[in-house]
């Protein structure tokens, strides 16, 4: 069974249906979730409270559109609302997985910078993480960011703004 068909089953209340969106997705939800995070646990956590809400809201997603989208932005919403009411958790520490096998030196490179850009994301407000993460990992319009924040679209054009000069500052430190 198609995508769409799923969601036009899962939107009439077929379990089973919503299940498989589940399945389809649920890698997608926890990393739009871990990059908001830093956290696994929280991710997890997230990502299982993203699905809850879908489910009660399953009713307002649109058959026509992917699903992917629409539950990835439950997640970014959620992770918002859980970062705004708690302390920051620690960010998962890389130095307990096993030493990977050397790599050629641009790969090396390449990762170093890969995790120092993770690392700046995680220092962000929430609400600046979440304007990058819907804008260039979900890859919405800036009218879809607003929907999706709930939110002016000049206040997320000036939020992502200002998250690409922090990032920036930040990684600019970090050289």
Known sequence: ???RTLALRAAQG????????VQLHQAGVFNAAYRMTGNRQE???AAQEAFLRAFRSIH???PSRPAGPWLRRIAVNVCLNRL??????PLDDE???PAPEPLPEPQTIARERSRQIRLALLTLPPRYRAALELRHFEELTYAEMAEALNRPMSDV??????ARKLLAEKLKELA
């Open 14 to 21: 077929d379990r089973e249906a919503f299940g498989e969106l």
């Open 60 to 62: 307002t997603l649109d």
């Open 84 to 89: 705004e009411r708690r302390e920051p958790l």
């Open 95 to 97: 130095s307990g997985l």
């Open 1 to 3: 069974m198609d995508e």
């Open 43 to 45: 991710a997890e956590d």
């Open 157 to 162: 054009k000036s939020d992502l703004f200002r």
